[in-house]
Each structure stands twice: as structure tokens, then as C-alpha cells.
């Protein structure tokens, strides 16, 4: 059975840092595209940044230059580090993988989710 499992949010103040993690199991993702999405209340859930087999990244406008993307393909596991944290990326973070090598920043393209993790950023 496969399975995702966030962990890592939290409260934080603005201008702050968190790290999420990502674990995954029941299968091997290393040759595929992992990423991270967030939903905020009442709002669709959106591509925060993505990472290729070989550890090229990509990331939305929004967090670039203050989110970081790294996977560890021995360990299964995806990391998001978030710094200079804002209130608007308050939010349900995600970690999902598509069933292929190519990327894209649709969530209806990504086959396995996890649970979402909370991340609070106060002002």
C-alpha cells in the first residue's frame, strides 16, 4: 500500500523558518517527479515546487528564492525547507508524485497524495 506521510508544520511567526518532510512507502518514486502543493481556506489547492529524479527543481513565483525542494531517493523522503515565511503561505501543505519523470503543477496530474500538514505563519 502506498503512503505519504507529512510532517513538520506548524506556528510560526513571520520571517521564520519551517521544514516539511515527506515520507513515502509501499512503492519506488526515485525515477519520478515529486512535489509540494498547498491549499488555503476557500481557495484551490496550488503547485509550491517540484522536483525531478535527478534533483532539478522548480518553483512557483511566489515562494522562489525563499522555498527549497531536496529529496533523498535512498530514504524515500521529499523536504520542503520554507524561510522568510509570510501569512499568505499560511496553509494545508501536500506532498504528491506523479507516476511519470515529467513534471507539471496541475494536482489533477499527480497520482499519489498525502495528508496535508498545517502551516500557520502569524503576523
Known amino acids: 500500500q502506498v503512503q505519504l506521510v507529512e510532517s513538520g508544520g506548524g506556528l510560526v511567526q513571520a520571517g521564520g523558518s519551517l521544514r516539511l518532510s515527506c515520507a513515502t512507502s509501499?512503492?519506488?518514486?526515485?525515477?519520478?517527479?515529486m512535489g509540494w502543493f498547498r491549499q488555503a481556506q476557500g481557495k484551490e489547492r496550488e503547485f509550491v515546487a517540484g522536483?525531478?529524479?535527478?534533483?532539478?527543481?522548480y518553483y512557483a513565483d511566489s515562494v522562489k528564492g525563499r522555498f527549497t525542494i531536496s529529496r533523498d531517493n535512498a530514504k524515500s523522503t521529499v523536504l520542503l525547507q520554507m524561510n522568510s515565511l509570510k501569512p499568505e503561505d499560511t496553509a494545508v501543505y501536500y506532498c504528491?508524485?506523479?507516476?511519470?519523470?515529467?513534471?507539471?503543477?496541475?494536482?489533477?496530474?499527480?497520482?499519489?497524495w498525502g495528508q496535508g500538514t498545517q502551516v500557520t505563519v502569524s503576523s
Open positions: 504528491a508524485v506523479r507516476s511519470t519523470y515529467y513534471h507539471s503543477v496541475l494536482p489533477r496530474d499527480y497520482k499519489y
Open positions: 522536483i525531478w529524479s535527478g534533483g532539478r527543481t
Open positions: 509501499g512503492r519506488t518514486f526515485s525515477n519520478y517527479f
